[in-house]
């Protein structure tokens, strides 16, 4: 029987979503307000990426990023999504030291920020993790492709698994995260015809950020979508407005109105 996804969304409904094959939506937030915004219009998952270390903090990369901030950022957004699965990005060095910091540490942020499931990066390296995750209890989302916590080890944010000994190895990873007991697992950045062949050879919903259309489910960055991330502009992103240019309007409007006496007036006044 179809399922009628208007009520809470879990890591079972996201499953049940592929074999409806009802489209999984999902977006990043790092506040309240967007979260808020988010929920409200019934966007499925939101993960609080570490790309805040990007497009929040104006760092270079992602592996700045510190738990600390992780649940900071995960409490605000914790405080307005009601409906929406709430997915948090482990940071860098959260859980590749070993088994017992990862559960620490992802055990924490669970316990901490009332998120409901964790995303780490990488493949077969990190099995062994995934697996004793879930079994006491922690749901996890894989990530594959491009990964940008191992950025100094690729060198690029170049397209991944174009070559055949790498796409080989993003499918048979995949296969081995799916057995692991992830819940789903981000194709970031691969070609359309390899996401594609991944969501057809694992049981569990993938969802794509510059992976083609293939994918169970979509992600953006938040803040790229809406047009406000002017650093640079990837190919996949679509921009669903261009909130830079009203913000900046809006800014230089008031700046205007300071500098010139207009602001504020009688009726703003007490
Ligand atoms: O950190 C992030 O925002 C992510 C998405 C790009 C999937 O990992």
Redesign the pocket.
């Known amino acids: 029987m179809r399922i009628n996804y208007t009520g809470k969304i879990t890591t079972k409904i996201v499953q049940r979503m592929k074999i409806d094959g009802e489209r999984i939506s999902a977006l990043?937030a790092y506040d309240y307000i967007i979260a808020n915004m988010l929920d409200e219009i019934g966007i499925d998952i939101i993960?609080v990426?570490?790309?805040l270390g990007n497009v929040f903090q104006g760092q270079e990369t992602?592996i700045p990023v510190t738990v600390d901030e992780i649940i900071y950022h995960t409490k605000a957004v914790r405080r307005a999504v009601k409906r929406a699965l709430l997915v948090v990005?482990m940071p860098f060095l959260s859980y590749q030291i070993s088994i017992e910091d990862a559960i620490r540490n992802c055990g924490r942020v669970l316990k901490e920020t009332g998120a409901e499931a964790v995303?780490i990066e990488g493949g077969k390296q990190i099995l062994p993790t995934i697996k004793r995750l879930v079994e006491v209890g922690i749901p996890v989302m894989g990530?594959l492709g491009l990964t940008p916590q191992s950025i100094h080890k690729f060198g690029s944010y170049e397209v991944r698994g174009k070559v055949k000994a790498e796409a080989i190895s993003i499918l048979n990873d995949a296969k081995l995260l799916e057995r692991a007991g992830v819940f789903s697992i981000?194709l970031?950045k691969i070609p359309a015809a390899l996401a594609k062949k991944v969501t057809q050879s694992i049981s569990i919903p993938t969802i794509g950020?510059g992976a083609g259309p293939y994918c169970d489910g979509q992600?953006l960055?938040v803040y790229d979508m809406l047009g406000m991330f002017e650093d640079f502009k990837p190919k996949f992103v679509r921009e669903y407005a261009q909130l830079s240019k009203i913000m900046k309007n809006a800014f230089k409007n008031y700046l205007k109105d300071v500098k010139l006496g207009n602001f504020p007036s009688k009726e703003e006044s007490f």
Do not use: C, R
Request: proline share 0%; no cysteine; net charge negative.
């Open positions: 990043t993960l990426g570490d790309s992602t990005d995303k990530h981000v970031e950020i992600i960055v």
